[in-house]
């Protein structure tokens, strides 16, 4: 329990640290938002009213202060484009891209989990090398070119969804997950091929291992001996793969967003980013490094309870 608690404070920690790396950083680089927003035609007076409506007059350093105190409260201040609180903007995109992200975690873990037993299970076999060639050129696949590619193939070709098709969540939900999860699939699939390969060897090791021989002497099926006993051990030193894939989803979900056309923290940080709108693409990040933060959290806990000793050596 202490160790989660550290864990806990560190991760509160980190998110404050980058919230002020975040401010600072677009403090000091050149752009003036004023400008972005009314053009270079604008008066020097009308340029000195937005800055002066935007609080850009008043010194970065109490600006930083007032900041980091609304975001310590859950407040972003308010979006010099859209002219709206940051926090209730950021609100309407952030759960579609969770959502996508969760989707993309699930598939990964699904379909590693399935293939790396399906191609242990049989080692040495025509479907074991042709498992290990399939998943090692997946693996070299970026997820925005498959997004790309299974846009061509599944949506115009096969014509089984429509590109650019996509339907919120609140207006018809197995239609909105049915969209999402080709995106998801793109997403995925590169981190399934090396999820697998981590699986499949450490699988392959627990078989040959005393445990693993005494468990089929006793007559236990290959598949509950796989299923009941290896599969856990060999999970083990997958578990940190699987954190660093979450935290890495979290950004290919942004990322594939403008692929598919969904409304999500992807397409807002880009319009954000042209425009120089900089309390958007401050929250964003936030929530970004946050989002991290938390599923490191939790794969943390997750290698604990797979792997008590963790604990108990703290």
Not at 170 to 184: D, E
Request: aromatic share 10%.
């Amino acid at each position: 329990m202490t160790g989660i608690v550290k864990k806990i404070f560190s991760s509160i920690l980190t998110i404050l640290v980058v919230a002020c790396l975040v401010f600072l950083a677009f403090a000091v680089i050149p752009g003036d938002p004023a400008v972005a927003k009314l053009g270079t035609q604008a008066t020097p007076d009308k340029l000195a009213a937005l800055r002066h409506q935007m609080g850009l007059d008043i010194p970065v350093m109490k600006r930083f202060l007032v900041w980091i105190a609304g975001v310590i409260k859950g407040d972003f201040g308010t979006s010099y484009s859209y002219s709206m609180p940051v926090t209730k903007l950021i609100a309407d995109k952030l759960p579609v891209t969770v959502i996508l992200t969760v989707y993309s975690f699930v598939i990964m873990t699904a379909l590693s989990i399935f293939t790396a037993i399906l191609a242990a299970r049989r080692e040495n076999s025509v479907m074991d090398r042709v498992i290990q060639i399939v998943t090692q050129m997946i693996m070299s696949i970026p997820p925005f070119f498959g997004g790309i590619v299974i846009t061509l193939v599944f949506g115009l070709t096969l014509k089984l969804f429509m590109p650019g098709g996509y339907v919120s969540y609140g207006n018809n939900l197995p239609r909105f997950l049915g969209y999402m999860f080709w995106p998801a699939l793109a997403i995925a699939l590169p981190k399934s091929a090396m999820a697998f390969s981590l699986l499949y060897t450490g699988l392959v090791t627990e078989r040959k291992k005393d445990y693993a021989r005494t468990a089929f002497s006793r007559g236990n099926s290959t598949k509950d001996v796989f299923y009941k006993h290896l599969l856990r051990n060999a999970c083990i030193p997958v578990v940190t793969f699987f954190g660093m894939a979450l935290a890495d989803m979290i950004a290919g979900s942004i990322v594939i967003e403008q692929v598919f056309g969904i409304p999500g923290l992807g397409r807002i940080l880009l319009t954000s980013i042209q425009n120089r709108d900089y309390p958007v693409v401050e929250a964003i990040i936030v929530c970004i490094a946050i989002l991290v933060t938390v599923s490191n959290l939790l794969v943390d806990i997750l290698y604990r309870v797979i792997d008590p000793r963790t604990a108990i050596s703290e």
